[in-house]
């Protein structure tokens, strides 16, 4: 070993060598045994730096050993240590070093538990005894959403640090997550807390890095020690840097592993546990506190940190190329825990409360999925249906898409991440509702009758033959919402959904959602009750309903047939006033026309919707509500108002929970495409076959020409599998692309030169050239097309390989912008007249930035912004996977924007119901001047 200080290099070399097992962790009959980097040092009086680290990050790994070394905080070892895979094995310190009087001598390397591949990682927690708080289902305590495998893996990851300590009866341990920026008087701080009050017996626990959940309550902080700056913290999240002690490491794992056995996200979970938390103030559910604590016991673990302008631990942020933050964490890149097959003719279960068959949150069990065939038992012991159900309520969400387009996917991922069972009515069959632009989807009510039909079937298929009073308790028991999906965001669980219906004012059987038009029957307006007069919300809206099977089928028998072609919501406004009329209705329906379960978009004003970012919701000025079904009901403007929302919404989960958009498996593109796709996953060099078009329209340096098609060559895409297509508009010359081709001659798979007629000019002929460029990736039978003008430079080798994996069902683009201007390749809003229109969130996405509090002047600052944005155009390269590249022949001509192709196309797939998307989730280029940054 070299002589203090210590090289990184070899301690690198020393922290990468195979792992040593240890006996597993035992206490009261169970066992779990810690997965990853083990030592077999002899017990000392000294303490252990744990780092958290995913095997697969070493870019990481090498960061927080720089980060350590640095910061003087790596022990000097005496003689080289034995070798292990990830870490030191019975180290022993030079008494001569200068750091040599470290309160800990071993720097320990944890295997992280990966949550990116969810179905591994279920597996991973079988083996160790790990459940969740709340099954199958477990919820986000504080914003409802499903969690994430990130979040699971990232508090398993934990617990095997704890449960570490334990084992090996260390004092103290020091736990640093692999992105924690360690500040300069990291080691000086941590030495002294540990020394002074830790082994001291005064206190267990020390936040070295945190995030406050309020800005105000650092002032109710407790101030400990003024000279050194410590305090007790209040409810913080984070855990990227703590100190603990033995009976902290005991205390937080619970008699006989209860945390383990009931686990949730572990940066909520620490706060409880300590004495200085104020929980009833700040945490949102009290009933999950009293529970938990029913358990667990009080809080006694006592608690120290510093203030948040003053921790010796920060996160470690990645920087764009303008030096904007950027956040890359490992646990907001995992999907959520909740698998798309959990979901997919899902049932969720919901406890029965106590008087009326009104529901109670008392818990979530598995997902209880039926077919046509069986309903499987949700667990109870008795599989009697009278005992099976009693006590719950069965909820289920049906939709109804008959393509795959993006609207769908959106809607498919709000169910995935707030955990909502939904089932999917006529995929990928014909539609027969009509164009929609006017009255019409009829067929809308006679898939979801089908599909009411066939959950009935099964649920009675579980009593027998005679027993009528069985069918009748299962179909009063099972809850149905409908909701449409291209244009629909959930933003509630399926509690929030059964509460608010079960507790609606209203108490009707079935309830739809209420907007501020009587469309499409006007004059019918009077025949709707008098008392709802004074609602904004007054008329019947057919985009969402909910109730039980039973009052379904009641009304359905009631209203009659419905032919594909009539109107849905003239079909269901007949029967809900026909109903009102009846003097002794069997079945008794409903309007929310206070807004607390659905919202129909159309008539309310963006202003009067207020975008809750703390919580990933909508709150309804109008109703002084938050509301858990957004419908973007009405024309385009409503749609574009509907995706900024969808897009704010998403991006919540980045800036407030670290969430990442997760690239979900989904057949919302061809079964084809998805082959092709996970064949590549799979080996890549089973790359895709791909038509590159580049359109010249402008005069460049063969410098610049050189860079730019050498980006391209050097993707770790391998352009063996593309056949590149040049269109030159400027004649630049037969001998100028002989000399720049063949920089890259060998590089692609072909090379062809294109040329339009030449009575063609300026805009004419480019829209000719971009029609011709799509019309020969047809007649290729691509699986790729990706067209990208001169003017793009791409400096990431990974970005089209990045943006193949994205996969969505449109045209994705590489978000590109000009160093130190808000130019970009997007145009995020149009105007009416279909170009370009200023809107705040093309700001926001251009700087990475978003703010902390956007209607709140007295709170300043930004959160690093990096999203999957759906835009209403993108400018200069975009890629397009098979299925939508068949829907642009004829797409850069349209009527009302002839003077530019590129837009043209926009409006177009606009029209065809396309969505566009611009990916920031990393750097991948710049954008050079063109004609457009020219005329602007």
Not at 706 to 724: E, I, K, N, P, V
Request: proline fraction near 6%.
């Amino acid at each position: 070993f070299a002589p203090p200080p210590m090289k990184l290099a070899t301690v690198c070399a020393v922290l990468l060598a195979a792992a040593i097992a240890v006996e597993p962790y035992c206490e009261n009959g169970e066992c779990a045994e810690p997965k990853g980097s083990h030592y077999t040092a002899a017990h000392t009086t000294a303490g252990k730096v744990f780092v958290i680290n995913l095997p697969w990050r070493k870019d990481r790994l090498d960061l927080i050993l720089q980060e350590l070394e640095n910061a003087d905080a790596l022990p000097a070892y005496k003689a080289q240590p034995i070798l292990s895979t990830r870490g030191i094995v019975a180290p022993l310190v030079d008494p001569t070093a200068e750091n040599a009087n470290l309160p800990w001598d071993v720097i320990e390397i944890v295997d992280a538990v990966d949550g990116h591949n969810v179905t591994h990682l279920r597996q991973v927690m079988e083996q160790r005894n790990v459940s969740l708080l709340g099954g199958l289902n477990a919820w986000d305590q504080l914003t409802g959403r499903s969690l994430t495998g990130g979040e699971v893996a990232c508090a398993m990851s934990h617990v095997q640090v704890w449960e570490q300590m334990v084992q090996e009866n260390l004092p103290f341990a020091v736990v640093l997550e692999d992105d924690a920026h360690l500040q300069p008087a990291f080691t000086a701080r941590a030495t002294h807390v540990i020394r002074e009050y830790l082994m001291e017996g005064k206190y267990d626990f020390v936040y070295l890095g945190r995030q406050p959940s309020e800005a105000e309550e650092e002032s109710t902080e407790i101030t400990v020690d003024a000279e050194h700056g410590l305090v007790e913290p209040r409810y913080s999240w984070w855990t990227v840097g703590y100190v603990l002690t033995q009976r902290a490491a005991r205390t937080l794992l619970g008699p006989n592993r209860l945390f383990p056995r009931h686990l949730f996200v572990v940066d909520e979970y620490i706060p409880l546990m300590l004495a200085s938390t104020q929980l009833d103030k700040l945490h949102p559910s009290r009933r999950f506190t009293e529970q938990f604590f029913a358990q667990m016991g009080q809080p006694k673990l006592r608690a120290l940190s510093w203030p948040a302008s003053a921790l010796p631990v920060r996160v470690q942020w990645d920087h764009d190329v303008q030096g904007t933050e950027l956040y890359n964490s490992d646990v907001s890149r995992a999907p959520p825990f909740v698998l798309l097959e959990d979901l997919l003719d899902g049932v969720y279960a919901y406890p029965r409360g106590e008087h009326g068959g009104q529901g109670r949150l008392l818990r979530v069990s598995a997902g209880l999925h039926f077919s046509q065939d069986t309903l499987p038992d949700p667990g109870h012991e008795s599989a009697d249906p009278h005992t099976v159900y009693q006590n719950e309520i069965l909820f289920v969400l049906m939709t109804v898409a008959t393509e795959g387009n993006g609207g769908y996917l959106r809607f498919v991922k709000t169910c995935h991440r707030f955990g909502v069972p939904f089932r999917t009515l006529g995929y990928r069959q014909e539609w027969q509702g009509g164009d929609m632009t006017g009255p019409g989807g009829g067929h809308k009510v006679n898939l979801f009758r089908t599909g009411l039909d066939t959950l009935a079937t099964v649920l009675t298929g579980h009593c027998a033959a005679t027993d009528d009073a069985c069918r009748e308790q299962l179909l009063e028991r099972t809850v149905v919402m409908f909701s449409d999906s291209y244009d629909v965001l959930i933003t509630g669980s399926p509690a929030v959904l059964l509460q608010n219906f079960l507790y609606h004012p209203s108490m009707a059987d079935i309830i739809f959602s209420a907007e501020p038009f009587c469309w499409p029957e006007p004059h019918l307006a009077p025949k709707y009750p008098t008392y709802q007069s004074n609602s904004f919300y007054k008329y019947l809206n057919s985009g969402g309903f909910v109730g039980f099977v039973s009052a379904f089928q009641s009304m359905f028998a009631f209203a009659g047939p419905c032919k594909n072609t009539d109107d849905d919501q003239a079909y269901y406004t007949h029967a809900f006033l026909d109903n009102l009329n009846e003097e002794d209705p069997t079945f008794h329906m409903g309007l929310d026309t206070q807004g607390m379960i659905f919202l129909a978009m159309h008539g309310t004003w963006e202003p009067d919707l207020h975008l809750d970012r703390e919580v990933g919701t909508v709150f309804n000025t109008k109703t002084e509500r938050h509301v858990p079904v957004i419908h973007g009901n009405g024309p385009y403007y409503v749609k574009a108002q509907l995706n900024r929302m969808g897009n704010i919404l998403a991006w919540n989960y980045l800036h407030v929970n670290g969430y990442h958009p997760a690239r979900e498996t989904t057949d919302a593109l061809s079964a084809q495409h998805t082959a092709v796709l996970q064949a590549y996953r799979t080996n890549a060099s089973s790359c895709p076959h791909m038509m590159v078009s580049v359109v010249v329209e402008e005069q460049f340096s063969v410098a610049h020409f050189a860079t730019f098609f050498r980006a391209l060559a050097h993707q770790s895409y391998s352009m063996q599998c593309a056949d590149l297509l040049v269109t030159d508009l400027v004649n630049l010359g037969q001998q100028h692309w002989a000399n720049v081709l063949a920089l890259v001659a060998h590089d692609f798979r072909s090379i062809k030169m294109a040329s339009v007629a030449s009575d063609l000019e300026g805009m004419a002929a480019v829209q000719e050239a971009r029609e011709r460029a799509v019309e020969t990736a047809l007649s290729s039978d691509v699986d790729l097309f990706l067209s990208i003008d001169p003017c793009v430079v791409l400096t990431n080798p990974a970005t089209l390989r990045e943006l193949i994996f994205d996969n969505p069902p449109g045209l994705v683009a590489p978000m590109l912008t000009r160093q130190d201007v808000l130019w970009s390749n997007f145009i995020y809003q149009v105007a009416d007249n279909g170009y370009f229109d200023h809107h705040k969130h093309h700001d926001w996405l251009v700087q990475r930035q978003i703010p902390i509090a956007e209607n709140d002047p007295t709170v300043s600052g930004k959160y690093p912004l990096q999203a999957e944005a759906n835009v209403a155009c993108l400018l200069y390269t975009f890629l397009a996977p098979r299925d939508i590249l068949a829907k642009l022949p004829g797409a850069y001509h349209h009527s009302t924007i002839p003077d530019d192709p590129d837009v043209a196309m926009c409006a177009s797939l606009r029209d065809r119901n396309v969505f566009m998307y611009v990916n920031s989730l990393q750097v991948w280029g710049h954008l050079v001047p063109d004609r457009r940054w020219a005329d602007d």
